[in-house]
Every structure is written in structure tokens, then in C-alpha cells.
């Protein structure tokens, strides 16, 4: 089959990889009708090197048709339409039946120090094959794949995978109270679907916070008070002045390692993907430094007893936090990967024929698998507007 596979920094390509085989009883193999390029794939393309392997399939946002299935998965057939969350989880153990599928005691990658493996997201996370390709192996089937319905097109449901619940639990975890507040810095994905989530649920006041035009008028088509950090030489200012003074009652950090503006911490990222073998991998998983540009926005912007909630990807484990202004202000904290599972009823029944939502047009790029290379490079570089980009293998 042909599959996106990872090659270097900033080096992928389309190549053809063995067709993904029954390993386990609870294993279906799916054939891709669509799959997502996710804004924490560019952190592999980018950032987290080291902890790549070169033919390593990308991909983590996968939809398509079953096409077989292991003796244990029940529930489940050939032709059957399913969505596959992100992340590889039991469904029956303690962390399941908490909801934290994320943190899956079945699953969890111990030999790393991690929780539940991830599709096509590194050894970090177990080094699954992902789903840019024609043909999907997907262990823990028989929890797994949401079963959707025949008609409507892949990509009203398709965000299941990741962006819908993803930003569903950064709007969860903000915890913004009724009639309330609430800034999103980053507007890529998440931080437009946590937008448009947080209004449908009953927000007073939405500010998005981005710097790429493209971003903001999305924004603020929805329905978004939108503030371009390259018009404010104070970004938290320009936010307390919108809110008589105080700031917003909870921030989203939508945007995570790779934000702008820290050129010390893009030195020690790039310094660590430039060391050898073992000694990058080292340096990424046990002094690595993020850019905290953007968390330090959510910090200085979110009103005293507010919350932040991260749902932007960090990686460092030795960054430096500002603790005395965290504790001063009060403020709470919450963060991790989407346990999609645990907000799938929620949001299923929001993808109706009104798409309250907008994911039937969410999408910006719809293209084939073959041309995976220019989609990564155009969407790293924000070119063409390129805020979300589907693989149509």
C-alpha cells in the first residue's frame, strides 16, 4: 500500500510500506476513506526527531470501512463506516472506566514512561503505524472505532478522531462558568473548533488570539472577538481591556511547543535534534525546553481564580514555569491528550444536518495521499490558508 512516512526533519514521503495483517484477535484492519494532517504531526516533522525512526507511517486522525476483523471484535463487520480515535485504549480497565482512556492501564507504553500508544506518533508512544496510508491495522478494536453512519460526507464526522474532542476537553477543562469568558490562544484546529465549541455551549465573550489573517477571519466568522498579536505590543493588556480590566475567567493554550516568540527555547529544540542517536533522544525526554510563549500569554491573560486549560502539545521536561505568578494568581490548571471516547456522546449528536458546528467546511485542503509532502511543508509554513488539511488516500 502507499503510506506517508516519516524520513528525516521536515523529510516526508510517499512510499510504499507492506499492507497492514490480523496480528491479534482484537485487531481490525480498516481501508482509509480520509485522514487528518494534525498540527502535532508538524512537531514530528519539526521538533521531535530524535524520537523518530525513518519509515515510520504518520498519521493519527484516521476514518474509513472495515475490511476485516479479528475473532474477538464483536459489534463490528466488513463495510461497516467507522471513525478510530487517536489513541489505542482497552475500554475495561481502571483508567477506561474513569474515562481517561488516554491513560489505558492495557495499553500503556511503560518501557517510555507513557500512557496509551497513539497512531503514528512515535516510539514515545509505542511507534503504532499510522493512518496516512490506504490500509489501517487498529489494535483494541473492539473498543475502538465509532461506528457511524452511511450518507453524509466523511468529513462531518471524521473530527471525531481528534479535533472534536480534543477541543471538547479543552472547553471541558477551562471550566468556563455560565455567561462567562473565555480567551483561546491559537487559533489552528483546536483552537477554531474550541471557539465554536465554548460559544455553542453558552459563552458570553470568546476572544481568539492568533497572528495568521486566514486564522482570525475564521474566528470571527463564527462568532469570535479576535485580537493579532502583531497589532498589540501587549497581548494581555489588549485582553483586560476587553474585560473590564481583569482578564478572561479561563484561557485555552491551543498552540503548545512550537509557539513563537522564545528563541531561546527554539535553540535548545533545535540543539537537541542536532545530537546523535541515543543522545537526542535523551535530551528531548529528559531535558528538553519548550517555547512557553504562548502558555506565558494564558498565564498573564486569565483573570486571578481563573483556569488554564493546555490542550496545545508540550513535550519538554525541563521547563522553566513562572510558579510565584501561577500560585499568586491562584491559578488552576489542567491539561493532556483528548480521552475521546469518554466525549463522543456528547458531541455525536451535535453532527446533525443543521452542523452547528461547521465541520462540513472546516476542512480548508482536501488532498490526495500522493501529494503529502507539499501538504506537510504548506501547512508548517501557514501557506495557501492552510489551517486543516484531510489526506483522501
Not at 357 to 379: K, S
Not at 384 to 390: L, P, Q, R
Request: proline share 7%; net charge negative; with cysteine.
Amino acid at each position: 500500500m502507499k503510506a506517508a512516512v516519516w524520513q528525516g526533519k521536515r523529510d516526508v514521503r510517499v512510499a510504499d510500506v507492506p499492507d497492514p495483517v490480523i496480528k491479534e484477535s482484537t485487531d481490525a484492519v480498516i481501508r482509509i476513506t480520509s485522514s487528518g494532517l494534525c498540527g502535532s504531526d508538524l512537531h514530528l516533522y519539526e521538533v521531535l526527531t530524535p524520537l523518530m525512526t525513518p519509515g515510520d507511517i504518520l498519521g493519527h486522525e484516521p476514518m474509513g470501512v472495515i475490511e476485516e476483523t479479528g475473532s474477538a471484535v464483536q459489534g463490528l463487520k466488513p463495510g461497516d463506516r467507522v471513525v478510530v480515535p487517536f489513541q489505542i485504549a482497552c475500554g475495561n480497565c481502571f483508567m477506561c472506566d474513569q474515562g481517561l482512556q488516554t491513560q489505558c492501564e492495557t495499553t500503556q507504553v511503560r518501557e517510555q514512561g507513557t500512557g496509551a500508544p497513539l497512531f503514528g506518533y512515535s516510539k514515545l508512544y509505542d511507534a503504532v503505524p499510522g493512518a496516512q496510508a490506504e490500509y489501517l491495522r487498529v489494535p483494541q478494536a473492539q473498543y475502538g472505532p465509532i461506528k457511524v453512519p452511511e450518507g453524509p460526507p466523511d468529513d462531518r464526522f471524521l473530527f471525531l478522531s481528534d479535533v472534536l474532542p480534543t477541543a471538547w476537553q479543552a472547553v471541558e477543562y477551562a471550566d468556563v462558568p455560565e455567561d462567562g469568558t473565555l480567551a483561546v490562544v491559537g487559533l489552528g484546529p483546536i483552537g477554531d473548533m474550541a471557539c465554536r465549541i465554548a460559544l455553542h455551549r453558552g459563552a458570553r465573550q470568546v476572544i481568539g488570539i492568533d497572528l495568521v489573517p486566514e486564522r482570525l477571519a475564521r474566528a470571527r466568522a463564527r462568532g469570535a472577538q479576535v485580537l493579532d498579536v502583531t497589532e498589540h505590543d501587549d497581548i494581555g493588556a489588549a485582553v483586560r481591556e476587553l474585560t473590564h480590566g481583569r482578564g478572561t475567567d479561563a484561557v485555552i493554550d491551543a498552540v503548545g511547543m512550537e509557539a513563537h516568540g522564545n528563541v531561546a527555547g527554539k535553540v535548545v529544540q533545535s540543539v537537541g535534534g542536532m545530537l546523535p542517536g541515543k543522545l537526542a533522544e535523551k535530551a528531548v525526554t529528559k531535558a528538553g525546553v519548550d517555547r512557553l510563549s504562548a502558555f506565558q500569554h494564558a498565564i498573564d491573560i486569565v483573570r486571578r481564580g481563573g483556569t488554564v486549560s493546555l490542550s496545545g502539545l508540550y513535550g519538554g521536561a525541563a521547563d522553566p514555569l513562572p510558579m510565584m505568578t501561577m500560585f499568586d494568581k491562584q491559578i488552576q490548571l489542567r491539561m493532556g491528550q483528548a480521552n475521546v471516547k469518554r466525549w463522543v456522546p456528547d458531541i455525536l449528536p451535535l453532527l446533525t444536518d443543521e452542523d452547528v458546528l461547521g465541520v462540513d467546511d472546516f476542512a480548508t485542503h482536501h488532498l490526495p495521499l500522493a501529494q503529502a509532502p507539499e501538504a506537510y511543508e504548506m501547512f508548517q509554513k501557514k501557506a495557501d490558508g492552510a489551517v486543516k488539511v484531510v489526506f483522501n488516500p
